[in-house]
């Protein structure tokens, strides 16, 4: 079947079509079509949606569309990324047409977006606490302590409701100190780097411990090793951290764009 | 501190969930993409380290069901 139809990867700030060396998705030559200030980094294909019965073909996929990216960020310091599996297709004008008209029709969104992510990678930082610890550390709290002493010398029965309303009191200072520190990380993270937002995966990963935040964070190389330094600093028993990425900017992309 | 051993699974994420979308009338739409929820949750279990973990438990309500012909998770095995 002819390619009648284009795969997008992203979109860089470049004035001018060309080949690229780099190969795609299935090996498929990639090059840049131009309008105005901007480029789309495509590759010639048909009017199908890539997808497999297999699932390490698909996860392939995935991983070919994001090295473009990749190196995309390398070569033209960042790229505004597609979601997977974008097909411009042939309407009354051609996929080609298409592509210039929307660039051109876009041109002032892409502007304010390569503003806020030319130079920045976008990180997964998840935030985990390990509750058992964390009580041990606040068990010095006055509520606590005025609670465990409110049991001295009462009878078995009293002692029974005493004691479960120490429980719920207890639980309600641990989500107070939980609430206290998720909006304490969350602030001291976006005060370091260029933009954070709590992450709305659908993935759950390690769920033997307990989250306390899952951010996506927008960052440059001094802002990154910023947040490292500012996390290293608050890991210990109670807290631990995950970091994935750098990945192309797709959190923050979405929402001005569409 | 970890790093990037979470970096496939969060990179699937952010692939299939998120970056630019463009206008439906220019593009093979979502919705008529087979990419189905058993091929997803595959694509994700196929990473190994991840088997061990809970993944994808919500996945389910990320994919219109009334695209997908029968249920394809009770016709898969996952191989661990």
């Known amino acids: 079947m002819a390619d009648d139809a284009l795969y997008v990867y992203g979109i860089i700030k470049f004035g001018f079509d060309f080949d690229w060396k780099e ?15 901007f480029s789309a980094l495509v590759h010639d294909c048909e009017e199908k949606a890539y ?58 969104r892409l502007e304010r977006l390569w503003g806020k992510v030319k130079g920045m990678r976008e990180y997964g930082i998840r935030i985990y606490y390990d509750k058992d610890k964390l009580m041990q550390e606040i068990s010095a709290d006055e509520g606590i302590k005025e609670s465990e002493e409110n049991m001295e010398g009462k009878s078995t029965g009293l ?28 602030a001291d993270i976006k005060a370091i780097s260029g933009d954070a937002m709590l992450s709305n995966s659908r993935i759950s990963i390690d769920e033997e411990k307990d989250i306390l935040l899952n951010l996506s964070i927008l960052a440059d190389k001094q802002q990154f090793e ?3 330094r500012t996390l290293e600093r608050k890991e210990g028993k109670v807290f631990s951290f995950q970091i994935a990425g750098p990945f192309a900017p797709y959190s923050f992309v979405q929402n001005e764009a569409q | 501190m970890k790093h990037n051993n979470t970096g496939i699974v969060e990179l699937i994420d952010r692939a299939l969930n998120k970056g630019v979308i463009l206008n439906a009338d220019l593009i093979v739409t979502v919705a008529d993409v087979p990419l189905l929820a058993a091929n997803l949750k595959l694509a994700l279990a196929s990473v190994e380290t ?15 069901l009334d695209k997908v012909e029968s249920n394809p998770i009770e016709s898969v095995e996952i191989k661990n």
Not at chain 1, 23 to 37: F, H, L, P, R, S
Not at chain 1, 55 to 68: F, G, M, Q
Not at chain 2, 58 to 63: E, K, P
Request: net charge positive; glycine share 4%.
């Open chain 1, 23 to 37: 190969k795609g998705i299935n090996g498929e030559n990639v090059y840049a079509i131009n309008q105005g200030d």
């Open chain 1, 51 to 108: 997808t497999s019965e297999d699932p390490n073909k698909i996860k392939e996929l995935i991983v070919s569309h994001n090295r473009i990216l990749d190196k995309a960020m390398e070569v033209f310091n960042c790229v505004i990324p597609l979601h997977f599996n974008t097909i411009i297709k042939k309407t009354e004008t051609s996929p080609q047409l298409n592509l210039k008209k929307w660039l051109e029709n876009e041109n002032d």
């Open chain 1, 159 to 186: 002692k029974y409701l005493l004691q479960a309303k120490a429980k719920s009191k207890i639980d309600e200072i641990i989500q107070n100190k939980i609430n206290n520190f998720k909006q304490k990380f969350y």
């Open chain 1, 226 to 228: 910023k947040i490292i």
């Open chain 2, 50 to 64: 991840m088997l061990k973990y809970g993944v994808m438990n919500d996945w389910l309500t990320a994919v219109p």
